[in-house]
């Protein structure tokens, strides 16, 4: 899947429903993730990571981009520290509006899919508040049975619970008639865990198109 304006899949005749990661998928969220990250490095006095530095950092919630910009700016592990960090930057990200912007089509999309009475979830790392701000300033929320974010469930992506929890919300519909489409290696793993099959997004940030070349 190189583009989210592409539609949807035509060979799977029993699909009935999809799930769909947030950012790299659905939403460019890149520079408004960098813009806040940006922000919280000024704070605190130290180099702020340029945009693709952040965009490399993206996919596996707000904790682990905070952990990882730091140990990009040579800092050593601290568990309270990156607690600390993590409160702020979502302080600073939640001044940015929704969080970012569609990507081109993916609006079309999700109501072309909708409107061929397919039901349709998102699996996010997001935090759940987050997710919900953004989905719904974008404009998605009204096409989407909801939201799973990744601090409302036992164990977020890569584990399967999380697409799980995601399947879940589309109601009585089993694993073998749904798909997850995402851009991460932890949006396949918990797809395939979850026994989904799997679309990639090759336009996101997650890079699976190098390293998953057997997916569609």
């Given at each position: 899947?190189?583009n ?36 919280t ?9 340029t ?13 682990l ?22 409160r ?12 970012g912007d ?8 999700l ?26 300033g ?20 890569p ?45 996101g ?12």
């Amino acid at each position: 899947m190189n583009n989210p304006s592409g539609g949807a899949p035509t060979d799977l005749p029993l699909l009935k429903g999809i799930i769909f990661d947030l950012d790299g998928t659905l939403s460019e969220s890149a520079p408004a993730i960098a813009r806040a990250l940006a922000a919280t490095w000024r704070d605190l006095g130290r180099t702020e990571p340029t945009l693709e530095a952040t965009r490399a950092m993206i996919g596996d919630g707000p904790a682990l981009l905070v952990q990882r910009a730091r140990a990009a700016s040579g800092l050593l592990d601290d568990a309270a520290a990156v607690k600390s960090e993590t409160r702020q930057f979502l302080d600073n990200y939640a001044l940015e509006g929704p969080g970012g912007d569609p990507f081109p089509g993916a609006l079309d999309v999700l109501a072309a899919l909708a409107g061929m009475g397919l039901k349709l979830s998102v699996c996010t790392n997001k935090p759940q508040i987050a997710a919900e701000r953004l989905l719904d300033g974008l404009g998605f929320s009204q096409y989407l049975e909801g939201v799973v974010g990744g601090d409302s469930v036992r164990a977020q992506k890569p584990d399967p619970a999380h697409a799980n929890a995601a399947l879940a919300l589309l109601g009585d519909i089993p694993a073998d008639a749904a798909i997850l489409v995402g851009d991460g290696p932890q949006d396949i793993a918990s797809g395939e865990a979850a026994g989904l099959q799997v679309i990639v997004a090759a336009y996101g940030y997650g890079g699976v198109a190098e390293t998953r070349p057997d997916l569609p």
